[in-house]
């Protein structure tokens, strides 16, 4: 499997005003994203997720480092780059003024679609966004969910084989945000690699096939997601159901230095409470315990900075 991105000592620095020195929003990162996965890129507000889209995509200059982007080198090559890749901002980059089939036909005119290919591609993608009705609708007009499936339409309308979101499902309610994480899976199964920044803990584990974790510009951990887990040095934990002859039920967690020992905290306290165990399930580590463990902040830090709704904890 090929590597779409390859990215050297990527680094970039902004002049700060009054004589300071300069800010460090990405610090000399190194990465690969493979053909065809979901690759994500997690890390608290400021981290440096948006500057590294930035400059991948040929919107701001690294100050040093290289990268090759569908294979083609970012420093001299960035013309080619840009026609082979779609970028889906965090704020959506289409016209209010036009309608949805417009902003796609649009879209494909800048993208050097066939003009008589644009047509039949607009009406193709919106079947497939589930926006067919809302085709004559003007942008402005559309609701938030189906302005970001608009947006990631747009970006797909010359068909390119790289796909770059940046926040994709922040201040969306509960059904968009699962809407448009399936046409992310979608995406993945068709080929399409993707490479996606998110705040959200649960939906880049449901979603990337590996997760980079950047904080204060710099990349702390790189795997999948069983991979990060296996990182992180734990306890034994189980969590053990307790009921007593009343009908009352309680649930208890237990710690120990092998599991043997937490099943047997478990059976000794319901004995000595008058409890019997009604089930009991070992705790394997969650993506939070991994991100807390290898940056020392807590997942709540990232969701805060955010406030958007479209967290897979919202209910998607």
């Given at each position: 499997m090929s590597d779409v991105i390859h990215v050297t000592q990527l680094t970039k620095h902004y002049p700060a005003a009054r004589g300071a020195p300069p800010v460090c929003a990405v610090d000399g990162i190194e990465f690969a994203v493979?053909?065809?996965?979901?690759?994500?890129?997690?890390?608290?507000?400021?981290?440096?997720?948006?500057?590294?889209?930035?400059?991948?995509?040929?919107?701001?200059?690294p100050t040093?480092?290289?990268?090759?982007?569908?294979?083609?080198?970012?420093?001299?090559?960035?013309?080619?780059?840009?026609?082979?890749?779609g970028v889906v901002p965090e704020m959506s980059n289409l016209y209010d003024e036009l309608s949805a089939?417009?902003?796609?036909?649009?879209?494909?005119?800048?993208?050097?679609?066939?003009?008589?290919e644009r047509q039949a591609r607009a009406e193709e993608l919106l079947r497939r966004f589930r926006l067919t009705e809302?085709?004559?609708v003007p942008f402005a007009k559309l609701s938030r969910g189906m302005k970001r499936a608009l947006t990631v339409a747009a970006a797909l309308a010359h068909r390119p084989p790289l796909l770059f979101l940046d926040e994709p499902t922040t201040g969306l309610d509960v059904m968009s945000a699962r809407n448009l994480r399936q046409m992310i899976a979608d995406l993945r199964n068709e080929g399409v690699t993707v490479f996606m920044t998110t705040h959200y803990l649960e939906e880049a584990e449901r979603l990337c096939d590996r997760l980079a974790i950047i904080v204060r510009g710099r990349i702390v951990a790189l795997d999948t997601v069983d991979g990060l887990k296996a990182r992180v040095q734990r306890r034994a934990a189980v969590e053990a159901v307790l009921a007593d002859d009343r009908g009352g039920v309680e649930t208890v967690r237990f710690e120990s230095d092998d599991i043997s020992a937490a099943l047997q905290a478990a059976v000794a306290e319901a004995r000595a409470a008058g409890r019997h165990v009604l089930s009991v399930n070992t705790l394997q580590p969650t993506l939070e315990d991994v991100f807390v463990d290898l940056t020392g902040l807590g997942a709540e830090v990232m969701l805060a900075e955010k406030g958007g709704k479209g967290g897979v904890n919202a209910g998607g």
């Amino acid at each position: 499997m090929s590597d779409v991105i390859h990215v050297t000592q990527l680094t970039k620095h902004y002049p700060a005003a009054r004589g300071a020195p300069p800010v460090c929003a990405v610090d000399g990162i190194e990465f690969a994203v493979r053909e065809g996965e979901v690759f994500g890129f997690l890390g608290p507000n400021g981290a440096g997720k948006t500057t590294t889209i930035r400059m991948l995509t040929g919107l701001t200059r690294p100050t040093s480092g290289s990268a090759r982007v569908v294979g083609f080198d970012l420093a001299t090559e960035v013309t080619h780059i840009k026609k082979r890749i779609g970028v889906v901002p965090e704020m959506s980059n289409l016209y209010d003024e036009l309608s949805a089939c417009d902003n796609l036909v649009f879209a494909m005119q800048l993208y050097g679609v066939p003009r008589r290919e644009r047509q039949a591609r607009a009406e193709e993608l919106l079947r497939r966004f589930r926006l067919t009705e809302k085709r004559d609708v003007p942008f402005a007009k559309l609701s938030r969910g189906m302005k970001r499936a608009l947006t990631v339409a747009a970006a797909l309308a010359h068909r390119p084989p790289l796909l770059f979101l940046d926040e994709p499902t922040t201040g969306l309610d509960v059904m968009s945000a699962r809407n448009l994480r399936q046409m992310i899976a979608d995406l993945r199964n068709e080929g399409v690699t993707v490479f996606m920044t998110t705040h959200y803990l649960e939906e880049a584990e449901r979603l990337c096939d590996r997760l980079a974790i950047i904080v204060r510009g710099r990349i702390v951990a790189l795997d999948t997601v069983d991979g990060l887990k296996a990182r992180v040095q734990r306890r034994a934990a189980v969590e053990a159901v307790l009921a007593d002859d009343r009908g009352g039920v309680e649930t208890v967690r237990f710690e120990s230095d092998d599991i043997s020992a937490a099943l047997q905290a478990a059976v000794a306290e319901a004995r000595a409470a008058g409890r019997h165990v009604l089930s009991v399930n070992t705790l394997q580590p969650t993506l939070e315990d991994v991100f807390v463990d290898l940056t020392g902040l807590g997942a709540e830090v990232m969701l805060a900075e955010k406030g958007g709704k479209g967290g897979v904890n919202a209910g998607g």
